[in-house]
């Protein structure tokens, strides 16, 4: 590969730095652009998501293509030196529903920490618009970050974030962090001596949650300092020679532990929406961790449980029954038998 892969985001996304974080641990060269520079001279994608990849197309014109999870595979596919999707089908599902679980639920932490306190709104609004790519004076940083704080405290219940849902968020963070700090004291990954596309989706969650806004960072800090010291490590991984997986029918008990936490917290919802999806319903209501959840449904989070289905069916026996083993008792399983 000579050309570098384009790419534009910021800073404060985590799915930027997970990308990021990707291509550095692939050795992939890349050229990074702040997301205000893509918009003056790159083509907009059809949803206007960060970061935002630009491949070539047939006619070698650049392409704009989002959603992190599809440009990890399509990144394997390619380039098949240092690939991050284990090489046993059994550990690939498995690692693609941590990697949901932390894309689509840890980031209801994010969001819902960043939006909800005083002291992380206040440093959002002050930060986050410098890194636009653009020199802001005191007056502009001002009016700018007022605005965006505003449009994204709006967002909230967007994301499930509410004041039925928050207790629910928050102790469910503070209880993967836990499990994390115990995984860690053992183990490198979370599913090996190398990572995984788990890792990086983890990872880009934590590079706000437990690196930037106050409150989780806080927490986080106080209580699982490894979390915090394997985020800083994961973000350049490109000098890491490790190369086993875990054996998907011999999971350790801290990685059996994440996946409990996945099947109390994520599942949950993942049914539940579906099912408004698939019903048109207009709240997603349930039962998470003991607590009522309610929420809009997300046509995408449908999406998303469609795909580890069709991922799980095309399992032969042998990595069927693998996976079965490693998902009993932590509530996983139910994604692939309910419905």
């Known amino acids: ?61 650049l392409a704009p293509m989002t ?9 394997d596919h390619t380039h098949d030196d240092r690939q991050v999707i284990p090489t046993d089908p059994a550990l690939a599902l498995i690692d693609a529903l941590i990697e949901d679980y932390g894309d689509e639920w840890l980031t209801k932490a994010m969001f819902h920490y960043r939006w909800s306190f005083d002291a992380d709104i206040a440093k959002s609004a002050t930060v986050l618009p410098n890194w636009f790519g653009k020199p802001l004076a005191d007056a502009a940083l001002a009016t700018m970050g007022d605005g965006f704080a505003k449009r994204q405290i709006g967002r909230l219940g967007y994301v499930g974030s509410n004041a039925v849902t928050s207790a629910t968020i928050e102790v469910s963070y503070k209880r993967l962090l836990a499990i994390l700090d115990r995984h860690f004291a053992t183990h490198h990954f979370l599913l090996g001596d190398r990572p995984g596309a788990s890792d990086f989706a983890i990872y880009g969650q934590l590079t706000q ?43 350790p008990a801290t990685t059996t532990a994440l996946l409990t936490e996945i099947g109390h917290t994520y599942v949950p919802l993942l049914l539940a929406n579906a099912d408004a999806v698939h019903n ?50 932590t509530g996983c399983a139910a994604l692939f038998t309910d419905g």
Not at 18 to 23: G, H, T
Not at 70 to 75: E, K, M, T
């Open 67 to 75: 959603d992190s999870t599809p440009i990890i595979r399509r990144l």
């Open 1 to 61: 590969m000579t050309d570098p892969i384009l790419i534009a985001g910021s800073p404060g996304s985590p799915y930027t730095r997970k990308m990021l974080a990707v291509l550095r641990y692939r050795r992939l060269p890349y050229r990074f652009v702040h997301r205000r520079t893509a918009l003056d001279s790159l083509p907009a994608p059809k949803v206007p998501l960060l970061p935002t990849f630009y491949f070539p197309d047939d006619a070698g014109a």
């Open 280 to 329: 048109s319903i207009d709240i997603v209501s349930t039962v998470i961790d003991g607590r009522v959840w309610e929420q809009a449904p997300f046509s995408y989070q449908a999406k998303c449980l469609a795909a580890l289905r069709s991922q799980y069916r095309t399992l032969d026996r042998a990595a069927r029954a693998r996976v079965n083993h490693a998902l009993a008792g």
């Open 209 to 251: 949650l437990a690196l930037f806004d106050p409150t989780p960072m806080a927490h986080a800090t106080a209580n699982a300092p490894r979390v915090i010291a394997w985020a800083h490590v994961m973000e350049d991984l490109s000098g890491e020679e490790g190369a086993d997986w875990f054996d998907a029918a011999d999971l």
